[in-house]
């Protein structure tokens, strides 16, 4: 069975600096994606990036990028220039091959960004 | 606004009672993905349709069902609401599934008291 593992029940990081997010993910099928959402307080998911089990490189979305460790199972998130804006909950997901199946999401990681 | 609505934004109801929960999709995706978040067990997938016929089920109970309709909208039927079925209720579209295909709607939050 798949899972996904998040171990930070919060990190705390001051405004301008670059915090990693760890999430490590458990699964037995060769094709998989795995994903980041932004979940602020105010309830809404917010995609931020994807990767591909089969993506050579690792995935950048602005100030977003996915360290991405196939063979140890991980899908790091890293925010560079933390905001204050960036405070909130993040999960990290995993869908079964590559296209049109459900997410199995982590418990989540809570940042919380100061000046 | 992700292009995905869900109606109602909040919901507050007796335990016992029935609710039903809607979701128009992203226009052009043809799968709905309901999921519910709660304190103790997280996001949990519930069902997904795809084009009008259910295609995975996940951890949702006998009390609760769904179904996609031709104009590909979808409804949650939650039934004998219990104090524990409290929870923000998401439903999310997609074509493919694939990169940034999943796209979420900004839940329903029902509270059962």
């Not at chain 1, 990081?13 to 999430?23: G, R, S």
């Not at chain 1, 795995?34 to 995935?59: R, T, V």
């Not at chain 2, 923000?88 to 839940?107: E, M």
Request: proline share 3%; with cysteine.
């Amino acid at each position: 069975a798949q899972k996904i593992t998040q171990t930070q029940p919060g990190m705390f990081v001051q405004e301008k600096e670059a915090v990693t997010l760890d999430c490590t993910y458990d699964t037995s099928d060769p094709s998989y994606g795995l994903f980041w959402y932004k979940q602020p307080s105010s309830g809404e998911m917010i995609f931020l990036i994807y990767q591909g089990s089969y993506d050579q490189q690792n995935a950048t979305e602005g100030r977003y990028s996915l360290n991405f460790q196939k063979a140890r199972k991980s899908a790091n998130l890293v925010i560079s220039a933390s905001q204050l804006g960036d405070s909130a909950m993040y999960f990290c997901a995993m869908s079964r091959n590559q296209a049109g199946t459900a997410l199995i999401f982590g418990k989540g990681t809570t940042l919380s960004v100061s000046s | 606004d992700s292009g995905v609505t869900q109606t109602p934004k909040h919901l507050i109801t007796a335990t016992g009672q029935r609710v039903t929960l809607r979701c128009s999709p992203r226009s052009g995706d043809l799968s709905v993905y309901w999921y519910q978040q709660s304190l103790d067990q997280g996001l949990q997938f519930l069902i997904q349709y795809y084009n009008g016929e259910e295609r995975a089920k996940g951890n949702i109970l006998e009390r609760f069902s769904a179904q996609q309709f031709p104009d590909l909208h979808s409804e949650l039927n939650l039934s004998s609401l219990e104090l524990g079925d409290s929870a923000l209720y998401f439903c999310a579209s997609s074509v493919r599934g694939q990169g940034d295909g999943y796209t979420f709607g900004s839940g329903t939050r029902l509270t059962v008291v």
